[in-house]
């Protein structure tokens, strides 16, 4: 049955560098690099070599504990470093591309096919990462079937792609054929949660196989996790699984050409950009050519995926495994001297503290400046109007840093992942690192629940 929610809470930080849509084509990089830290709770075990060669679809590594998990190349080439951080942690595995070869994993007809087989193609393939559970926000367990799969349709993190331009210049078929493939995975339902405050792409509202319900607001009501919380809670003991929605193309052109191409559509956003737009590019892809002349000179923070959840890279990093958006904003390393005196009419502010209150339309460019260092955690009741869900936030964090497993049980620990608290991160007069008391929360029910 489908279900329309209507969120109030949230808050929608309005940038300057939203991308036109226009697609600047197939951006081809001469490095690519898989990380693992992109993977939370993953204890990877190399499969390669420096100087191994590769074809895309081969395996670099896989998670230690779950074998079967292989995390691929995603083109042929010569693993050229495997660069390491402390304590020898395992960061990137960088392949230099060569020629455009790939394991063959078979062409199929992914409606026709037994879930059993989709499972191994997919684990096989190294596609298999691109499905996470919740609780937890980790990669799925292959051994488990999911009480249902959700997609999200719509982002609506600042700067976010346009879903609907994405799927629009995307092969249908692919999507399809991904859709088939999931439905294989669960005896539940696949729910598509799509954008109730504006019109949707007909691709997505004429999708068969999957149940579609409606949710608007302001962001974070466009997280997963968020949709799930109010579609379906998950208890303990549940098994949710999760999957992008240009994820779901690259399982549906995995069975469609037999080979592992996980290509996306990425924006490319933020106030340093010259020309923000569109383009087709690699998972794993060096951003350098995207950005090459194509930003303002300056001290710039590059980010893959958006400014609330994503992950610093230097210009010529690597596009992160789940990531849509290459943001780019000014670094905010300098010191203003009584600037809370100021009208503050270019800053933007959750609390109203500044004139720019006013301007409620107005876009604005923020740069990394915390103004402020950490102080104590105290109750201002700021986050529950920016967590849309029927938990208490602050004490949940504070159960978190406290380690109390029930409370935590029993404030919702299972229905949260960091991207549904980033928003308190960045309000937070507190200056506290919500979204690493989140990710230490989880990892300690993982350990005591396992």
Request: include cysteine.
């Given at each position: 049955m489908s279900i329309t929610v209507r969120l109030k809470k949230g808050l929608d930080i309005k940038l300057k560098g939203v991308a036109t849509k226009t697609l600047a084509g197939e951006v081809v990089a001469n490095l690519y690099g898989v990380k693992p830290v992109d993977f939370p709770g993953l204890t990877p075990k190399l499969n390669v070599r420096e100087g191994d060669k590769v074809l895309a679809g081969s395996p670099l590594f896989h998670d230690k504990l779950r074998p079967e998990i292989l995390f691929t190349s995603p083109v042929s080439g010569e693993v050229l470093y495997i660069n390491r951080g402390d304590r020898r942690k395992l960061l990137e595995i960088v392949i230099q591309k060569e020629g455009d070869e790939y394991v063959d994993f078979g062409k199929a007809d992914a409606a026709g096919l037994s879930r059993e087989k989709i499972r191994e193609t997919l684990l096989k393939s190294g596609l298999w990462p691109a499905i996470r559970q919740r609780p937890y926000n980790v990669v799925a367990n292959p051994n488990n079937v999911p009480d249902a799969i959700f997609i999200s349709g719509f982002d609506t993190a600042p700067l976010a792609p346009d879903y609907n331009f994405i799927i629009d210049n995307s092969q249908e078929t692919n999507f399809r054929k991904g859709i088939a493939a999931l439905t294989k995975l669960t005896d539940g339902k696949i729910n598509m949660i799509l954008n109730g405050k504006g019109d949707s792409s007909e691709v997505l509202k004429k999708t068969s196989g999957v149940e579609i319900s409606y949710i608007s607001g302001p962001h974070p009501a466009g997280n997963v996790g968020i949709q799930i919380?109010?579609?379906?809670?998950?208890?303990?003991?549940?098994?949710?699984?999760?999957?992008?929605?240009?994820?779901?193309?690259?399982?549906?052109?995995?069975?469609?050409?037999?080979?592992?191409?996980?290509?996306?559509?990425?924006?490319?956003?933020?106030?340093?950009?010259?020309?923000?737009?569109?383009?087709?590019?690699?998972?794993?892809?060096?951003?350098?050519?995207i950005v090459k002349d194509n930003v303002r000179p300056g001290n710039l923070r590059y980010i893959s995926g958006n400014v609330l959840t994503g992950t610093r890279i230097t210009a010529d990093g690597f596009l992160g495994y789940y990531d849509s958006?290459?943001?780019?904003?000014?670094?905010?390393?300098?010191?203003?001297?009584?600037?809370?005196?100021?009208?503050?009419?270019?800053?933007?502010?959750?609390?109203?503290?500044?004139?720019?209150?006013?301007?409620?339309?107005?876009?604005?460019?923020?740069?990394?400046n915390l103004h402020g260092g950490e102080r104590a955690f105290v109750m201002t009741g700021m986050y529950e109007k920016v967590v849309p869900m029927d938990i208490?936030?602050?004490?949940?964090?504070?159960?978190?840093?406290?380690?109390?497993?029930?409370?935590?049980?029993?404030?919702?620990?299972?229905?949260?992942?960091?991207?549904?608290?980033?928003?308190?991160?960045?309000?937070?007069?507190?200056?506290?690192?919500?979204?690493?008391?989140?990710?230490?929360?989880?990892?300690?029910?993982?350990r005591e629940m396992s």
């Open positions: 919380h109010h579609i379906r809670p998950i208890n303990k003991g549940d098994r949710v699984w999760t999957v992008n929605l240009q994820d779901v193309l690259a399982i549906g052109r995995l069975f469609e050409e037999g080979a592992y191409k996980h290509d996306r559509i990425i924006a490319l956003t933020g106030s340093e950009v010259l020309n923000a737009q569109y383009y087709r590019i690699r998972s794993g892809a060096s951003i350098a050519s958006q290459v943001t780019v904003i000014p670094e905010g390393d300098y010191y203003e001297f009584f600037g809370w005196m100021m009208p503050g009419l270019n800053k933007f502010s959750f609390s109203k503290t500044f004139a720019s209150s006013l301007l409620p339309r107005k876009s604005y460019s923020l740069d990394t208490y936030p602050m004490q949940l964090l504070k159960a978190i840093l406290a380690e109390d497993i029930e409370l935590m049980e029993n404030l919702g620990i299972y229905e949260i992942a960091e991207e549904d608290f980033a928003l308190c991160e960045y309000i937070c007069p507190s200056k506290v690192e919500i979204q690493s008391i989140v990710r230490k929360g989880i990892e300690l029910m993982i």
